[in-house]
């Protein structure tokens, strides 16, 4: 069983940076996938971006392709989500997910989700 744990959101301006971070429980998050997801007011949750468990292959959604950076820490059993030059579009619950496989097509284990809030 693995638990995630997301922290970092928060209210900033647009054109602002946010760092996301989701902590894991367990050993096997070093040869997980994990993923970073959004669920914005009416709408259906959609993927953001993954890192694989070695963290040398990144994908990106095209909407935040240039602005948003996943990367993880395998010592410290966390995963990160940078987020710069924020929009007000980008407002949503951000949520963290992992996956033994290197493309899920349904991932096994997710957090809570921590808001963020981009203000125009």
């Known amino acids: 069983q693995v638990q995630l744990v997301e922290s970092g959101g928060g209210l900033v301006q647009a054109g602002g940076s946010l760092r996301l971070s989701c902590a894991a429980s367990?050993?096997?998050?070093?040869?997980?996938?994990m993923g970073w997801f959004r669920q914005a007011p009416g709408k259906e949750r959609e993927f953001v971006a993954r890192?694989?468990?070695?963290?040398?292959?990144?994908y990106y959604t095209d909407s935040v392709k240039g602005r948003f950076t996943i990367s993880r820490d395998n010592a410290k059993n966390t995963a990160y989500l940078q987020m710069n030059s924020l929009k007000p579009e980008d407002t949503a619950v951000y949520y963290c997910?992992?996956?033994?496989?290197?493309?899920?097509?349904?991932?096994?284990?997710w957090g809570q989700g921590t808001q963020v809030t981009v203000s125009s």
């Open positions: 997910a992992s996956d033994p496989s290197l493309a899920p097509a349904s991932w096994k284990y």
């Open positions: 367990g050993r096997a998050f070093p040869f997980y996938t």
């Open positions: 890192i694989w468990y070695s963290g040398t292959d990144t």
